[in-house]
């Protein structure tokens, strides 16, 4: 009997030891869990599964749409988003990346009818990150946008998927985003892009500059830092507005540190071309996957609409491809903006009215 009271003490120890152990670590997972992350890259919110019935229409498979949604652009990634959840099946999250001051907006905007189903996840972009990485001129301060850096940190945006879609908010998706999430991607390359010199794309004559479509148009290859890297100032560039990447790929070669290598360089030695102002996203991602990228189909990326008025493309082809992107500064949400219609038919509505009130004045601005 005195063994049997031991073994008892023995056991009731042994509980009391693991109870307190499993206390300590929820303890810590929960201070794990509510730290920012150390890029400041904060999730504010995530809307759960989507309701039982809309979750048996859907395939279970979870696909990444990460996206950047400034307030003044708010209606374009709304849009987007739209075309895109209209358009398919899939179990899509998109993770919608926004300064703290637009969420309120945001989180609005997203109870519209259309879009309450829909699953997403907010995630405040803090610009400090950026700091030493990008030169800021003080009399143009206000045209700096610092979410167009959002898809430099894909990893630290949607730590636990291992492929992700990056789309910029002035494109419309006319198929299902199931088909460019599947495009395969290269043993040992982190991303797929459309090339500049694929079948659907013009090749774009900036005024004084030369070609948009090639390297050179991109980067300074007078600068000896750029000439040392022995990339051929003909090759053709890409479009990062739409690509797909593969994240574990992308946190074994660690390419944000990379790019942020490349910016933090161009403060110091100006590395990026003049021709092309205010294209300060391109150049690092450039060199970064010189010749390290896979292809996506063209017409997954038809853009360029937005670089004029007029209409570059037929109603047919228009109405065939997969994606639509108004890259240029037409931007679909202005009427003046070459099949702004098409756009139109993914619009909703803002319920506060600031966003129609921006359209407004950029319809004004553009008929100047």
């Not at 309701?51 to 749409?65: F, H, M, T, Y």
């Not at 630290?156 to 910029?168: G, M, R």
């Not at 198929?175 to 659907?200: Q, R």
Request: glycine share 4%.
């Amino acid at each position: 009997s005195v063994n049997i009271s031991i073994l008892i003490v023995a056991v009731v120890i042994f509980l009391l030891v693991i109870h307190h152990n499993f206390l300590s670590l929820s303890d810590f997972l929960r201070r794990e869990l509510s730290d920012p992350s150390p890029l400041g890259l904060q999730p504010i919110d995530f809307i759960p599964a989507a309701p039982q019935r809309l979750a048996d229409e859907r395939n279970d498979k979870e696909i990444s749409v990460v996206i950047a949604a400034s307030d003044e652009r708010l209606g374009g990634a709304i849009a987007a988003m739209n075309s895109i959840y209209q358009h398919t099946t899939a179990n899509v999250v998109f993770h919608i990346v926004t300064l703290n001051d637009t969420v309120d907006h945001l989180r609005m905007w997203l109870r519209s009818p259309p879009l309450k189903n829909m699953r997403y996840r907010i995630v405040d972009f803090d610009p400090r990150v950026l700091e030493g990485k990008v030169q800021v001129d003080p009399q143009k301060a206000d045209s700096f946008k610092p979410l167009t850096f959002a898809r430099f940190y894909l990893p630290s945006l949607v730590p636990h998927a291992e492929k992700v879609i990056y789309v910029d908010d002035d494109v419309i998706v006319q198929d299902d985003i199931v088909e460019l999430y599947n495009t395969p991607l290269k043993p040992g390359h982190a991303a797929a892009f459309s090339d500049d010199c694929d079948s659907t794309s013009s090749k774009v004559v900036v005024r004084g500059a030369g070609n948009q479509y090639n390297y050179i148009g991109f980067l300074d290859y007078k600068k000896e830092t750029i000439r040392k890297l022995a990339m051929k100032a003909n090759t053709c560039s890409f479009n990062p507005g739409v690509f797909v990447a593969n994240l574990t790929e992308w946190k074994l070669q660690n390419i944000t540190k990379q790019l942020e290598k490349w910016m933090a360089l161009n403060v110091v030695e100006e590395l990026y071309s003049k021709t092309l102002a205010g294209s300060i996203t391109t150049p690092p991602l450039l060199i970064v996957f010189y010749k390290q990228h896979s292809s996506i189909d063209p017409m997954w990326n038809v853009r360029h609409l937005g670089s004029g008025a007029g209409k570059r493309y037929s109603p047919q082809f228009v109405e065939a491809a997969k994606l639509l992107h108004w890259n240029g500064h037409f931007k679909p949400w202005g009427r003046t903006a070459s099949y702004a219609e098409v756009w139109e038919k993914w619009y909703v509505p803002d319920p506060t009215g600031k966003f129609n009130l921006i359209r407004r004045h950029s319809e004004a601005y553009e008929a100047k």
